[in-house]
């Protein structure tokens, strides 16, 4: 059984920082991008990163360009989304999800695997 697996949400205060991680099990995705997708009450779900295959090429939100990083550790089978600054605006239940490409892609609709959501508040 595949699962993807969100932790590291939880309650902070605008301006703090928290890494949310996602661990993937039943089968490697080393090979595939991988991306972050979140959704606030009442509101779409809406990209917020991706990666390729290799780590080595990003893509972001403008909404959390230079205040959130994503990379990942393909040994560990396992992405990490560095969230610093946080906003209110933040604030939503956040996704991981693996593609079936390798390189990052945006659109939800290429993304074939999804985490159950881990909640981050930020509280201004």
Known sequence: QVQ??????????AGDSLRLSCAASGRTFSNNAMGWFRQAPGKEREFVATINWSGSTTLYADSVKGRFTFYRVNAKNTVYLQMNSLKPEDTAVYYCAASVTSSGTYYPSQYN????GTQVTVSS
């Open 4 to 13: 993807l697996v969100e932790s590291g949400g939880g309650l902070v205060q």
């Open 113 to 116: 695997y999804w985490g159950q």
